[in-house]
């Protein structure tokens, strides 16, 4: 089976398992999405989304947020981690919308990537999930299952994952297939715990399965 071939039956199943896995970081606005991803590195979104209703309902818009001060947002955003640097980040990544697109975010890939805080995963999110456009999010969840079935080679850089998975993903699929893959992460393929091959809808054609099973 070529790893084409294995990613379309990973597609077409987890549409059935989960037909309506969407991002789990709440939002309103495209902005608000794209401070919620940068405080989401190394914290759950089930925590993001409880400390940013704070912080959009001091800060409603983009400018109200660019206007103020990386001490005062990092108060608010403290208990996501790292509240320094993303506070840092968003601060800039606000007036940079403010100065330099009139409050809107840029649906240029290129342009997200210039943005403060913004990395190809983000840029993707934002991508796929506001726009609707081709995007393929590796995230540890994207990285880890794409590995354990075979998807990618011992690859754990994300953006090489990313270049291996548009090899054989077909883009109008990417962002969803990666929607769902967190939730099959977070499911039956964990990480923390044994994954429970018993109940994965892939276990006949995953990779790391079979090498348990010899």
Known sequence: MTKKELARICIERLKKEYPRSECTLDYDH??????????????TDARVNVVVQDLFAKYPNVEALAAA???????IVKPCGLGRSKARD?????????????????DDFNALLALPGVGRKSANL???????KPAIVTDTHCIRLCNRIGLVDGIKEPAKVEKELWKIIPPEEG???????VDHGRAVCTARTTPYCDKCCLADVCRARKEFER
């Open 30 to 43: 495209a902005w608000q999405l794209l401070v919620s991803v940068r405080l989401a590195a190394q914290c």
């Open 69 to 75: 001060e990386p001490e005062e947002i990092e108060a």
């Open 90 to 106: 968003i601060s800039a990544c606000m007036r940079k919308l403010r100065d330099e697109y009139g409050g809107k975010i840029p």
């Open 126 to 132: 934002i991508m796929g999930d506001v726009f609707g």
């Open 175 to 181: 962002s969803d297939f990666c929607h769902r893959l």
